[in-house]
């Protein structure tokens, strides 16, 4: 397993811009696909979107698509989610995950997660 760390978050008006941040630290000779969740209060932790170890396969929950954007740098052992445009109702606190299957990613059931960072969009 690797061990991850997210950064980044904080208080945005809406229609700003964030960028998260996650470094992978431990076994980072791994090929790991990586992603993004969110949980907001009271609600159930949510995917939003995923890549693979070579970074041409991304996916996106359909609220997000065309104003956030995954990506990564392995020389960093990095992934970052650009947020644009940001709602409201992107307010949660965001975790990223990685696995060395793309499928347990996007399911949620990898094996190493981050501890989380809060994004904060006010209207």
């Known amino acids: 397993q690797v061990q991850l760390v997210e950064s980044g978050g904080g208080l945005v008006q809406a229609g700003g811009s964030l960028r998260l941040s996650c470094v992978a630290s431990?076994?980072?000779?791994?090929?790991?696909?990586m992603g993004w969740f969110r949980q907001a209060p009271g609600k159930k932790r949510e995917f939003v979107a995923s890549?693979?170890?070579?970074?041409?396969?991304?996916l996106y929950i359909d609220s997000v698509k065309g104003r956030f954007t995954i990506s990564r740098d392995n020389a960093k052992n990095t992934v970052y989610l650009r947020m644009n445009n940001l709602k409201p109702e992107d307010t949660a606190v965001y975790y990223c995950?990685?696995?060395?299957?793309?499928?347990?990613?996007?399911?949620?059931?990898?094996?190493?997660w981050g501890q989380g960072t809060q994004v904060t969009v006010s209207s």
């Open positions: 890549i693979n170890w070579s970074g041409d396969d991304t």
């Open positions: 995950n990685g696995d060395r299957s793309l499928a347990a990613v996007v399911a949620g059931t990898s094996g190493s």
């Open positions: 431990g076994r980072t000779n791994s090929a790991y696909a």
